[in-house]
């Protein structure tokens, strides 16, 4: 209130007062030798406080300033001056704590003085402390940053000669709300890897995760997908999801199923167009500087067959992404993968909650001793197979565990009883689509 502010404006004054009296008086001549203590610096953690013993208002304020001024008027202000007396009593309090901790004179940051040390002063020292330690704390980020993304730096070679991070963050059912917070967290923790698809519809959000992560776009590997319905409409397909992201460019852009969707009728295909019709048009974007490298998903052995046996395509698949886990190991697909040059990348590699690959006892005998996350040593397992693995989380604790497979591996051993686990499924099944897809490993 406005009373309230005349008040401490009119103590401050008075304090003001008091100081400079304290300063005007000559020093008193003294006897050689008196002094014990003449030239001592005074403590620097002593503050300057009033030379005369404070006025007391207690009985002045119980007595009226005005003849108008009612009793319960008086007594309110009497209520007010007590607040006021016990709220510099603790300001003081905070100020000699504040300036306990704060550098002594004559280091870095101390006042060097043999006077005492003003509260203008005291605030004067902790802001500049504030910002010594936002700037440490500033260079610490960028430090650990830089050690995460080392850390997530394992890369695979295509057979376009781009590296592609081993691990990527998968963003299948993250909800939009869910998936920003996902991918921001994941880019900061070291992740250089994110996995969308238009299909999804959250490439927006992992456009808005991206760019609140502060990690430059060039740093980053960004993987899309062509929706079913879009096989016809490749090119307004890339452009939607561009769109979406906020980006120029995405650095791998796959045909999402082989399943090329009536975009009028959803229920049916199309009697004029499949998939190696789509490969066609998708070949024609890399000279357009809006994708980097090409590739599938979802693809079969027979399906890759008939598309590279197709006098119209020229290009290779540089990446085959499909479901990779120790219950859906398809090593004869991972095979043939490999020797038509083509990169495998496994989705769905923790396998799924409610299907207990997480709980399998030879999993979790691995995972105890080697003091990881059965999710840990499952990613782990996928990255010696050879493949890249993204996997899909919005918890940031377990989206940090998800990255931490440096420095550790599994036994020949190990790996043979991963292999061995003997339960079979699939997290994702072509049900919904209008046509089988998935044959088994042979076809």
């Avoid at 607040?83 to 940051?109: C, D, I, M, S, W």
């Avoid at 020292?125 to 995460?148: G, N, P, S, Y």
Wanted: neutral net charge.
């Amino acid at each position: 209130s406005g009373a309230e502010d005349d008040n401490l404006d009119r103590d401050e004054e008075e304090e003001e007062e008091e100081e400079e009296e304290e300063e005007e008086p000559a020093p008193k001549k003294r006897k050689r030798g008196a002094d014990k203590t003449k030239g001592a610096k005074r403590p620097h953690t002593q503050l300057r406080t009033a030379s005369r013993a404070p006025k007391k208002r207690g009985a002045a304020a119980t007595k009226p300033r005005h003849p108008s001024e009612t009793v319960e008027e008086v007594k309110a202000r009497a209520a007010h001056n007590q607040v006021e007396q016990q709220y510099r009593k603790r300001l003081n309090t905070h100020f000699e704590r504040l300036l306990a901790v704060l550098p002594p004179p004559g280091r870095e940051g101390g006042v060097a003085s043999d006077r005492r040390v003003s509260k203008a002063e005291v605030l004067d020292l902790a802001r500049e402390r504030i910002r010594a330690l936002e700037r440490q704390t500033a260079r610490l980020e960028r430090e650990r940053r830089e050690l995460r993304g080392r850390i997530g730096g394992r890369t695979f070679t295509l057979n376009t000669g781009d590296r592609i991070p081993a691990v990527g963050l998968g963003t299948w059912r993250s909800t939009p709300r869910q998936v920003s917070l996902a991918v921001e967290t994941a880019l900061r923790a070291g992740y250089r890897h994110i996995d969308t698809a238009l299909a999804y519809g959250n490439e927006r959000e992992v456009g808005i995760g991206i760019r609140a992560s502060g990690v430059p776009r060039e740093d980053i590997w960004v993987t899309s997908k062509l929706r079913n319905n879009w096989h016809k409409h490749v090119r307004e397909g890339l452009q939607t999801s561009l769109n979406n992201l906020g980006l120029d460019y995405v650095d791998l852009y796959l045909i999402h199923w082989p399943c090329s969707r009536d975009a009028d009728d959803p229920a049916h295909l199309y009697q004029d167009w499949d998939f190696v019709d789509t490969w066609a048009e998708m070949q024609k974007l890399l000279d357009e500087g809006k994708v980097a490298n090409i590739g599938v998903s979802n693809f079969g052995i027979r399906h890759l067959e008939e598309l590279l046996n197709s006098p119209s395509t020229k290009v290779v698949p540089a990446v085959n992404q499909i479901e990779l886990h120790p219950c859906n190991p398809s090593p004869k697909l991972v095979a043939y993968n490999t020797s038509k040059g083509i990169h495998t990348e496994g989705y769905s590699c923790l396998g799924s909650a409610h299907l207990g690959l997480s709980r399998n006892k030879n999993l979790v005998d691995i995972a105890n001793a080697k003091g990881k996350t059965p999710q840990q040593v499952l990613l782990q397992w996928g990255l010696q197979k050879g493949w890249s693995v993204v996997p899909k989380s919005v918890t940031p604790s377990r989206i940090e565990s998800n990255i931490d497979l440096d420095g550790w591996e599994l036994t020949d051993e190990e790996m043979d009883m991963l292999d061995g686990i003997e339960t079979r499924f699939k997290v994702v099944g072509d049900g919904f689509l209008p046509k089988r897809v998935f044959f088994g490993d042979d076809e």
